[in-house]
């Protein structure tokens, strides 16, 4: 079930007519290939004399390499090519790589793909190889021998931060707030801090004061498809990649930063990505495939494997936050401080300013402090994973404003609309929100049928135990929760073309990777303009030789700032077809309108030729046109959302079941409906997954879950339908009013089943996941769990 | 890959290297320690050589071009490489290519053929698929489609509950399931609609003959 909400302005477009294509479901243009197995994904990629690689991964979390001895894998049959870390350009220099979503130290980037001196995360490449085979690659790479020294190993973000940690790295300084550097090195890359008002003073005069301490584990974004590429490094000093990334143009600069190479020899070739979520950004594979290619003088793919995916690649954020909130009696929110360790793992950069930016900025609070820290520790070098840093502040803030709504006896939604944000209102590092629908969420979930249907009932069909209600004493207990959740939304650089073909169809040229349907709306809004049908527009993903420069698919900016570019391009193709039309209708340009698909005279509008008959008679008019549109720059667009969530807790093992779920979202204007509920729906599922099931099981630094079983996804079992509202406040900029969906739907969850689980049993979980035994222990320390029966 | 031995050339002249062992049921022929498999996929009669080590998965990718099949994790935890095996689903991963000798697999390449579609046409499961935007990224596709295909065949007219149980080893990180399991349950009713309206075709064939 799926519902839309109209916001200040209606579905209209300029002029008060209504879109003719926006906001309808057609089937995305990329469908089909998808569904008949036609579509060329990362690993499907093959070419003449292709050789197979094989990585060799460090064991340890923390070693000293002591010597790699390579001579047996070199004279192993089929072998023909070894690169260990002295094949990489050393990087001496501070310069950072900008990932669009995310930056990383060149340095440490250098090292992330492959180690030189030591390791400092368990599946860090130390060496690679090409291969005939991939039998034979994988067998040489078992004879690579790697002498390392086993090193002290720091697991816990927390522990690394106390004086005598073992050190990851001895360069590493601390930035300090305003800028600074720390004197001695440690494991704390940097401190931020946020403040405003008088923070004491604001918890002085607060009548409840409730301060909590919240432990999100490390999880993967999960995409099903393993990173795999391709490269090809020619003789002459050209090198092309073949690869499943997020950001071709941002794949293109790694490679050249990366690999010393002039960045205009590379071409990366982006197929078809198989999920991403913020972990397709970072390369991994692609400057290992080029070295070895380089070396043996043919095409090199590098597949991984799962384990590898989970071991070798960036996942995102765990968390340690202490949030501690002031309320007056009638609910307006006085003070807040938030204490905020964010793990990087094994080099800096984990995303702890986004995480304290999104966690406080939904609501008005005068008096607040925050401070932040991203602390190395030997585990993976985490990567953006959807609205990264912005999960783990939600689920402490809006568990904490739950306990607040509950002291205070309040509706929780009311308690929440008391204190959102609005237009003009400042997020905590100082800038205005512009026109945000906040407000309109909430108030979608207050009158929402969910918000008001009475309870499900807590027995599930066929079972024989009795229960007597909510908080009961029988087995099974059943709760509401609701947590919201934004985030600010990316613009960056996106540039399209549009070429046109005789029979007045157009092909949208883009350079945005698609990853879950984005490129049937940007083909839409050039229908919409042009006057044509859907599928009359052809988007096509392109390569970095046929297209400008387009920054990553991320932070929620494609359908925002492409969808712009789009926009632009094609006003940018009116004005040039203005000018064959009025050619062919023998009038000034001046004089020549155009909308619907059709140019005409202002004055004599009887005089009228189609936008296709323009296109058909572009060679006698001149010749062919190409229109572009680009974007630098946007103000940010930011996007609310919250969730309703029924759950039953099982008191006798703990186990959470979903019963019912809905999802609320400002979409600004929903170009694609379909689409963005299933943002929706997916941001949802994966919360949950982050909330109840998913977590890296470390030893030590070493990871014992690498793999889907004991690495728990969702499934469709432990899910019901996800109902999702479509609330439309238009953005302040964008066409349309658009604005990015995709990352705000991971935000609410888990603060919206830990408040049902804590509604349901009276039990507060603040430690992820929410499994079972840590429920059933947080019951039966509370005197509230089930006896097994009989 | 390059142990992918062209059948046409190595068996003939190498009849003195082969021997014959038993896979899947009918004999095999094995050349210098690999086995000749005689399988029909998407309802053509094949031959491939593979080494015992090989899982189907492999060979279909690697051997013969058959990329619709996804590899998502190689140890039957995400059903991404979902075919059917005599018209059981499996992971393709976990099956040895040996283990096809003498049987019908079919992939997704195959799959619109089976529903009877003129060439170019879809399955119903593929329309459903596209009009329900059960799909985001796609990896996880062509996996969904052969376990629900296989799903139909056995209980043409699931519940909610049947479906998301049927379909709880394949696992899809984009869409919440909640588009892929209407999709699933619109294609049991367009299917049976179809049947439904064949046999009442049929039944007033039958009345008409029987009509003096």
Known sequence: MSTTVHGAAQATGPHGRAYRVIGTRPVRHDGLD?????????????????LYGQVVRSPYPHARIKAIDTARAQAHPGVRAVITGADMPALNTDAVAELGEGAIELKYASMLILARDKVVFQGQPVAAVAADTLQAAREAARLIHVEYEPLPVVEDAVAAMQPGAPLLHDDLYTVIPGGGKAERPSN??????????????????????????????MVHQGYIEPQSATALWSPDGRLTVWTTAQGPFTVRQQLADLLQVPIGNITVVPMEIGGGFGGKIQVYLEPLAALLSRQAGRPVKLTMSRAEVFVGTGPGSPAYIRCKLGAKRDGQLVAAELYMVYDAGAFPGSPVGSGAVTGLSPYRIPNFRVDGFDVVTNKPRVQAYRAPGAPQAAFAVE????????????????????????EGDRLIYGAAFNRIGFREVLEAVRDHPHYRAPLPPPVPEGADESADGAAGSGTYAVGRGVAAGFWSGASLTSTVHLTFNPDGTVNLILGSSDLSGGRAALAMIVAEELGLEPHEVKPIVADTDTVGYNDVTGGSRTTYATGTACWRACQDAIAQLKLRAAQLLEADPESVAFGGGEFWLWEEPQYRISLKEVVAN??????????RGMVNKLPMAPAFGAHIVDVRVDRETGKVDILRYTAVQDAGKAIHPTNVEGQMQGGAAQGVGWALFEEYVFDHGVMRNPNFLDYRLPTALDLPMIDTVIVEVPASEGPYGVRGVGEVPIVPPIAAVANAIARATGVRLRELPMSPERIWRALASAGRSAEPAG | MSTGVNAAQAIPGQAGLAGTSTAGGAQALVVRGKTLVEATINGVPTTFICEPRQTLLEVLREQLGLTGTKEGCGNGNCGACCILLDGQPVNSCLVLAVEAQGREILTV????????????GVHPLQQAFLEHGALQCGICTPGFLMAAKALLDTNPRPTEHEARRWLAGNLCRCTGYDKIIRAVLDAAERLAAAREAATAAAAARWEEVDRP
């Open chain 1, 188 to 217: 704390v890359a940097k401190h931020v801090q946020y403040e405003r008002g008088d923070v004491e003073a604001g918890f002085q005069a607060a009548d409840v004061v409730i301060e909590r301490e919240f432990r999100t584990a």
């Open chain 1, 399 to 422: 568990t904490v404003l739950d306990e607040i709504a509950e002291a205070l006896g309040m509706d929780p939604v009311e308690l929440r609309l008391k204190n959102a944000s609005a």
């Open chain 1, 34 to 50: 998808k569904v008949t197995g036609r579509a060329r994904f990362g690993a499907d990629v093959r070419l003449p004399g292709m």
């Open chain 1, 618 to 627: 572009l060679q006698k008019t001149g010749g062919p046109i190409v229109a």
């Open chain 2, 109 to 120: 390449e195959g799959l619109a053929a089976t529903a009877g579609t003129a060439a170019g």
